[in-house]
């Protein structure tokens, strides 16, 4: 169920939980042209459907990154804009996006929707050509960053160095942003003190973040427990990796 977490006079923000991974998915409203886009979606006709009923123009799709459960959604989205950036093709992505960021990491462009604008802040480690928004009173971290920890760097076209980098910069930012904005993950996990929300304050996350804590110490960054992961994805990604790395000769 679709719920209202943020507004403003200039942004109405909703959030929704969706699909087998509860993959957050964050619906971003210009409230003075009623132009809209989504934020990773998970299926296309849940956001197509709320936008009709509220006399929004569901106009763009923006995917954090291109992993399956953030993009499900777009293949029903084929007639709006699409947006990811151009480096998700190194992990294998074709589409159906039909319009690209081509910033280099660690850079950012603006994004807009209605009268509303967006830095898209491009942090690959999860992936690379992960991206992070960051505007409006709102950080939408996607599976860079989450509430208490990040992202893995063991899939297929991740990496532990640039996301490492990439949450430096990005913490860089976040400590001059106003203590009070809200930083929007991909995922909802449960923090260290045991309570699982689905969005916390930049303050709360700069403060308790496991992930970011860990930067300035190489000894700690190593002993990071979620950056890896033993499981079939890392299996899956081993055999990409491998794949990928042969040379046909003739």
Request: a negative charge; charged letters at 25%; hydrophobic letters at 40%.
């Amino acid at each position: 169920m679709a719920e209202v977490i943020f507004e403003t006079e200039k942004i109405l923000v909703l959030q929704a939980q969706l699909g087998d991974w509860d993959n957050l998915n964050h619906l971003l409203v210009c409230k003075k042209t009623s132009k809209a886009a989504i934020v990773d979606p998970f299926e296309a006709s849940y956001w197509l459907n709320i936008c009709q009923n509220n006399g929004w123009e569901l106009e763009q799709a923006w995917l954090t990154h291109s992993h399956w459960d953030h993009s499900k959604g777009v293949g029903g989205l084929t007639h709006k804009e699409i947006w990811v950036h151009e480096k998700e093709s190194e992990r294998g992505w074709d589409g159906p996006s039909n319009r690209e960021w081509n910033h280099q990491p660690l850079s950012h462009v603006i994004q807009q929707i209605g009268e509303l604008e967006f830095e898209v802040h491009c942090s690959p480690g999860h992936t690379p050509g992960h991206v992070t928004f960051i505007g409006n009173g709102l950080v939408i971290s996607g599976d860079c960053l989450f509430l208490g920890r990040c992202g893995r760097t063991d899939l297929f076209g991740g990496s532990e160095v640039a996301q490492r980098d990439s949450l430096l910069y990005l913490r860089n930012i976040m400590v001059e942003l106003p203590k009070e904005w809200l930083v929007l993950p991909g995922h909802q996990y449960t923090l260290s003190d045991g309570i699982c929300p689905t969005f916390i304050s930049v303050g709360e996350l700069l403060q308790n973040n496991e992930a970011l804590a860990a930067l300035d110490d190489d000894n700690a960054w190593k002993k990071l427990e979620f950056l890896a992961f033993d499981d079939s994805l890392a299996e899956k990604a081993r055999r990409e990796r491998a794949i990928n790395s042969k040379v046909i000769k003739f």
